[in-house]
């Protein structure tokens, strides 16, 4: 019977699992991407470590026959070079533009196919979740950051590698600095580290808020998960950075639905469970800036489906989906 591996590459776990061809599970294995024990390695030592450990796991889920696996997908956290088969530079992994693809080829001697985590997110909910028939379909992410898939006729884009990125669009060019280092992308307003951070500035500024009692009374304790919990209690800073980030994200959409014209948007994250809090003020954002109705009048925003094996599910349906494509080991 053809088995499909995917794997999902993160800086804290590493996971692989065994499927069949019509991506039911049968075997699951996982390991910690460092070792337990002892001190973190660092640099070219750390990306050795990390890979035999990785290599090691996929090994477990290998059926006896390996002729029946038709392919290995791996989700990567970063930028990828999905032609060239080379990991850019991960920020929660060693490795810096590690040719990956021919690396885990040569270690295990099964074609081998990659690609960034969102965008595999993105076609997992587009193959087997909540963006099903769906023919251009946007899936964003809101979580710690802003990650996005946008999948076009079936296909995850990202233009030479690094293309849809929606966390790093800008909505705000006055308003704060992104993780990346700029100012004013999404993912500095509308990610829970970003709202985090606007949050902890107004407390230290001297605002009183619910949050801090939430925290403990210690700012650095502050997390998104209390940001949403105070604003459901009618905290007015809680309401207020919420309502900003669902206004931001409903700026980017304006912007993705002009630019792309999807049939379909997938929210996933953790920040989309503030509900309405945050839903209403983006679907008044895209109503107030996309171009006309016709932009959103029949694109349903709906949310994810898949749950925490979205990466393994997203890089078994990469394979899946090349060797629909007859593709050997590209991309
Ligand atoms: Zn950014």
Redesign the pocket.
């Known amino acids: 019977m053809k088995t499909i591996i995917g794997v999902d590459v993160g800086g804290t776990w590493l996971r692989a699992a065994r499927y069949d061809i019509d991506l039911k599970p049968q075997a699951h294995a996982r390991n910690t991407s460092y070792p337990e024990k002892g001190k973190k390695p660092e640099g070219e030592e750390a990306a050795r470590i990390v890979f035999e450990r990785l290599v090691a796991t996929i090994r477990t889920v290998i059926p006896e026959r390996k002729e029946d696996v038709l392919g290995i997908g791996v989700v990567l956290p970063g930028p990828v070079d999905a032609k060239t088969g080379i990991l850019i530079a991960p920020p929660n992994l060693p490795f810096r533009n590690a040719p990956i693809r021919q690396m885990l080829q040569d270690a295990l001697d099964i074609p081998v196919f990659i690609g960034n985590d969102a965008d595999l997110a993105g076609l997992a909910e587009h193959q087997h979740g909540a963006g099903a028939g769906s023919d251009v379909m946007i899936y964003i992410t809101v979580s710690t950051g802003v990650g996005s898939g946008i999948i076009i006729h079936g296909e995850p884009f990202s233009g030479r590698g690094q293309g849809g990125e929606a966390?790093?669009i800008v909505v705000a060019p006055d308003g704060p600095m992104?993780?990346?280092g700029?100012q004013g992308?999404l993912?500095?307003v509308a990610a829970g580290s970003g709202m985090e951070r606007i949050v902890k500035n107004r407390i230290a500024a001297g605002e009183s808020s619910s949050i801090l009692d939430l925290a403990g009374g210690d700012p650095v304790e502050i997390k998104a998960e209390m940001i949403t919990r105070a604003a459901q209690q009618g905290d007015a800073l809680g309401l207020e950075i919420i309502t900003q980030a669902g206004r931001y994200l409903g700026i980017a959409i304006a912007s993705l639905m002009v630019l792309f014209n999807p049939d379909k948007f997938v929210l996933g994250g953790g920040v989309t469970d503030a509900g309405d809090l945050l839903l209403k003020p983006m679907h008044a954002a895209i109503q107030k800036y996309a171009m006309n109705k016709l932009y959103w009048e029949n694109t349903p925003i709906v949310m994810a489906k898949l749950d925490k094996d979205v990466g393994l599910i997203g890089a078994a349906s990469l394979v899946k989906l090349r060797q629909m494509q007859g593709v050997r080991n590209e991309g």
């Open positions: 966390g790093h992104c993780s990346c700029r992308h993912e500095a």
